[in-house]
């Protein structure tokens, strides 16, 4: 068992930055499938970017040259920085960790950006 908990969600002007943690209860220096996704009301829950085996980096469209995922093994803690939000990036996000054949999910942060 995994439990993540997510913070660092508020509320943010158009423009602005913030930077979400995902801590784990477990190491996860051994894991290599991780991401933070986002939903908004009405709709699905998207990638927004992803940590995968061998150390690669996707980000969906929207998050590129904006958003910044990283990992501190120490830590135990996933991150992403999310900087010039728009009002589009408003949902709620969460982060996910594979642990064997395993998807386990936080609970969310919201974050809402005001334009």
């Known amino acids: 068992q995994v439990q993540l908990v997510e913070s660092g969600g508020g509320l943010v002007q158009a423009g602005g930055s913030l930077r979400l943690s995902c801590a784990s209860s477990r190491s996860i220096f051994t894991f290599n499938n991780m991401g933070w996704y986002r939903q908004a009301p009405g709709n699905q829950r998207d990638l927004v970017a992803a940590?995968?085996?061998?150390?690669?980096?996707n980000y969906a469209e929207s998050a590129k040259g904006r958003f910044t995922i990283s990992r501190d093994n120490a830590k135990n803690t996933v991150y992403l920085q999310m900087n010039s939000l728009k009002p589009d990036d408003t949902a709620v996000y969460f982060c996910r960790i594979r642990v064997g054949w395993t998807d386990y999910w936080g609970q969310g942060t919201q974050v809402t950006v005001s334009s």
């Open positions: 940590i995968i085996s061998g150390g690669s980096i």
